[in-house]
Nanobody
Framework: QVQLVESGGGSVQPEGSLRLSCSAS?????????MAWFRQAPGEKREGIAA?????????SYKDSVEGRFTISRDSDKNTLYLQMNSLRPEDTGIYTC?????????????????WGQGALVTVSS
């Protein structure tokens, strides 16, 4: 069974940076999986913010509001997905969750993903 565990959340001031990690276990290699980051802001629905397809295509997609500030990447040797977040804004506050699915997808929709982590809280505030 695939298990995903996020780390790296915390509190940061506006314009600061954080890097989230999502460690995958129960997989041979994350290269077989397409993976994504989702965010749920307080009182809001969960939304996809960044997705990275499996090694067959490595296509990437971002939510408009984070493109140019956030970067999704993975280290297949460590079976870990990352989200580098720069120039953080208060509206980036929320619970960040990683998700995975076998095969090719760079979807930002929840229904495209099979496996989910528990989430990590990111708070952006002065």
């Amino acid at each position: 069974q695939v298990q995903l565990v996020e780390s790296g959340g915390g509190s940061v001031q506006p314009e600061g940076s954080l890097r989230l990690s999502c460690s995958a276990s129960g997989v041979t290699t994350i290269n077989e999986y397409s993976m994504a980051w989702f965010r749920q802001a307080p009182g809001e629905k969960r939304e996809g913010i960044a997705a990275l397809s499996n090694s067959d295509s490595l296509s990437v997609s971002y939510k408009d509001s984070v493109e140019g500030r956030f970067t999704i990447s993975r280290d297949s040797d460590k079976n870990t997905l990352y989200l580098q977040m720069n120039s953080l804004r208060p509206e980036d506050t929320g619970i960040y969750t990683c998700a995975a699915t076998r095969g090719k997808s760079n979807s930002l929709y929840s229904f495209a993903y099979t496996f989910w982590g528990q989430g990590a809280l990111v708070t952006v505030s002065s």
